[in-house]
C-alpha cells in the first residue's frame, strides 16, 4: 500500500516556523514527507533532517523528497534520540523543529500493523518494527492493575476497569491475539447503551498504542532538549491530537516561558531560573473548515508554538 499521510494544519506549521532560508531544519516525525516537503520548499542555502522510527515512512518520504535530496538528510530513529542523531553528524543547533505527533493514514489503513480496530489483524501496533514489544503482549501479559492503569490513563475510559477484568478473563482461554478478538472483549466490558457513543474500542486501542510506543514518555522527556537544540529565536512546533499530549507540550512551553518557582509573594525572583523563550500561540491553533472537510481526521489537531529567546534574560 502507497504510504498516505494527511499533513495536517500544513500551512499553519510553516508559517509558525518563520522560517530562514539557509536556516537549519528538523522534522521529527518525517511520515510521508509532507511538513517536510514545504519546508525544504522555502530553503535555499538551509538544510532539512528528517527523522522517523518507520520504514515505510522512510521509504515514501525518500521518494517525495527526491528532488530535494541536496537539502535533506534523512535518519530512521525516534525523535527522543535527535540530539544525540544530530550532533553525530557536526549539528549542534538548528533553527526550526516540528512534530506532528499523529498516526499516519497509512499506519491506521494498513490491517497487518495492527493499529486500526476496523481490521482483523495480529495485535502489532508498533511504529518502529525493529522493537520486540507488541500491544499482544501488553494485552496478553500486563497485570490486570496495570492494564486498568494503561486503559484508565491513556484511554482515559471509564470502563477501563472492567475492560481490564474482562481482558484477564478472556485470555485464560487461551492468548488474545488479534484485533477482532480484542474488539468483542472490550463490547462485551462496555454497557449497551454505551456502545451507540463511537467504537467501544477507540479509547482502549489508543492507549496500548501509547503503551507499545511509549509516546507520553517520549514527548515528555523530549521537549527540553528540543528547546536546548534551538538557535536564539528558532521555534519548535508541536501539533498534538489529543489532550494528554497537548497537556504535556502546554505545561512545557509554559515552564520554559515562566520557569520561576519563587513564591508569588517574593517581591523579587531567587530563584535563578531564567526564562528560555515564549510562547507564539497563547491559545492552540486549530484546523479551519476546509481542511476539516477535507480531512476529518484533522478534527482534534492543535498546534503550539514556542520561539527560543535571542537573549540570556
Known amino acids: 500500500?502507497?504510504?498516505?499521510?494527511?499533513?495536517?494544519?500544513?500551512?499553519?506549521?510553516?508559517?509558525?516556523?518563520?522560517?530562514?532560508?539557509?536556516?537549519?531544519?528538523?522534522?521529527?516525525?518525517?511520515?510521508?514527507?509532507?511538513?517536510?516537503?514545504?519546508?525544504?520548499?522555502?530553503?535555499?542555502?538551509?538544510?532539512?533532517?528528517?527523522?522517523?522510527?518507520?520504514?515505510?515512512?522512510?521509504?515514501?518520504?525518500?521518494?517525495?523528497?527526491?528532488?530535494?535530496?541536496?537539502?535533506v538528510t534523512i535518519l530512521r530513529d525516534n525523535y527522543c534520540n535527535a540530539r544525540a542523531a544530530l550532533s553525530a553528524l557536526g549539528v549542534k543547533k538548528v533553527d526550526g523543529m516540528v512534530l506532528d505527533l499523529g498516526v499516519s493514514s497509512h499506519q491506521f489503513d494498513q490491517a497487518e500493523r495492527g493499529f486500526s480496530y476496523r481490521f482483523d489483524a495480529p495485535l502489532d501496533m508498533r511504529m518502529d518494527r525493529r522493537k520486540t514489544l507488541t500491544a499482544r503482549d501488553i494485552v496478553n501479559n500486563y497485570s490486570e492493575q496495570e492494564l486498568f492503569h494503561i486503559i484508565r490513563d491513556y484511554g482515559e475510559d471509564p470502563f477501563a476497569k472492567n475492560i481490564a477484568k474482562h481482558i484477564v478473563k478472556a485470555r485464560e482461554q487461551g492468548p488474545v491475539e488479534t484485533t477482532y478478538q480484542l474488539n468483542e472483549i472490550i463490547k462485551a466490558a462496555i454497557p449497551a447503551k454505551m456502545r451507540q457513543k463511537g467504537h467501544p474500542s477507540k479509547q482502549t486501542f489508543q492507549a496500548l498504542r501509547i503503551e507499545c510506543n511509549r509516546e507520553l514518555e517520549v514527548l515528555k522527556n523530549s521537549l527540553d532538549d528540543f528547546i536546548d537544540l534551538l538557535n536564539p529565536g528558532g521555534r519548535l512546533c508541536i501539533i498534538t491530537f489529543h489532550s494528554l499530549e497537548d497537556r504535556i507540550v502546554k505545561t512545557a512551553f509554559k515552564r520554559n516561558e515562566n520557569p520561576c518557582t519563587c513564591p508569588p509573594e517574593f517581591p523579587v525572583c531567587v530563584c535563578g531560573k531564567k526564562s528560555r523563550g515564549k510562547v507564539i500561540t497563547r491559545k492552540p491553533i486549530l484546523p479551519g473548515e476546509q481542511e476539516l472537510l477535507q480531512n476529518a481526521r484533522s478534527k482534534s489537531a492543535k498546534l503550539r508554538v514556542f520561539e527560543k529567546g535571542k537573549e540570556e534574560i
Open 1 to 71: 500500500m502507497e504510504f498516505s499521510h494527511y499533513s495536517v494544519l500544513l500551512s499553519e506549521t510553516v508559517e509558525g516556523l518563520n522560517i530562514n532560508p539557509d536556516g537549519i531544519y528538523v522534522d521529527g516525525t518525517l511520515g510521508g514527507g509532507g511538513h517536510a516537503l514545504e519546508i525544504c520548499r522555502h530553503l535555499k542555502r538551509g538544510h532539512l533532517y528528517g527523522i522517523d522510527q518507520d520504514d515505510a515512512a522512510i521509504a515514501a518520504a525518500e521518494r517525495r523528497l527526491s528532488e530535494f535530496q541536496d537539502k
